[in-house]
């Protein structure tokens, strides 16, 4: 059975410092994999995806994950925060063998607090 | 950004009233799904449909239910709200194409059960 945990239910960073959020996986088949952030009060948006392409994904507003298979990972960084990206982020994963149906599996959460 | 609206954002209700959750989208996506998440919790889903007609029960048991009689459009009910109903509800819709199953959500719809 897949199962996607996020290794830290809060992390805190400086703005302008580096951004890792920590996401291991379980999955039977080949996985697809996601990000998506959530901000205060809006839905959920698409940050990047992994569907057996480059395993180093680039996506929206200067975030990247990299997939490692060995690893079981798909770790989340940025370079440099901005307070703009202070929200709640969740990795989702999607088994090849339940994408007809689209049953993902999210993550519990990570909230990115971003201090000045 | 996608096309994927939900009405309404917030609403406050006793127990006992039957609410409609509505979640439309202008994409033409055949796939649609409902999620729901607690304040600080994981999503789960609860249903969803592969096309005009078609419903199914999600990982998640719930007391609500849902149609699809046309494409762009796919309302979640409850007869009769209660507080553990009490929750975040997410719309959702994709395109057909397994591999891409990129999954667009709407901005919510929470709802409070007083």
């Known amino acids: 059975a897949q199962s996607v945990t996020q290794l830290d239910s809060h992390v805190s960073v400086s703005e302008g410092t580096p951004v890792l959020l920590r996401c291991n996986y379980s999955s039977s088949y080949s996985p697809s994999l996601f990000w998506y952030v959530q901000h205060p009060n809006k839905g959920l948006q698409l940050l990047l995806k992994y569907t057996s392409a480059a395993t180093l994904v680039k996506g929206i507003n200067g975030f990247e994950a990299e997939f490692k298979k060995s690893e079981t990972s798909f770790h989340l960084t940025k370079p440099s925060a901005h307070m703009s990206d202070a929200a709640e982020y969740f990795c989702v994963v999607s088994d090849r063998g339940s994408s007809n149906t689209g049953k993902l599996i999210f993550g519990q959460g990570t909230t990115l607090q971003v201090k000045p | 950004e996608a096309d994927i609206y939900q009405t309404p954002r917030y609403l406050v209700i006793g127990t006992g009233k039957k609410i409609t959750l509505e979640c439309s989208q202008t994409?033409?996506?055949?796939?649609m799904y409902w999620y729901q998440q607690d304040p600080g919790m994981e999503l789960h889903l609860i249903h969803y449909s592969y096309g005009v007609n078609s419903t199914e029960k999600g990982d998640l048991s719930s007391e609500s239910t849902v149609s699809r009689i046309r494409t762009e459009h796919f309302p979640l009910t409850l007869e009769s709200a209660r507080p553990s109903h009490t929750s975040q509800y997410l719309c959702?819709?994709?395109?057909?194409?397994?591999?891409?199953?990129?999954?667009?959500f709407g901005e919510g719809s929470w709802l409070t059960v007083v």
């Open positions: 994409m033409g996506h055949d796939k």
């Open positions: 959702a819709s994709s395109e057909s194409r397994a591999l891409s199953n990129t999954i667009y």
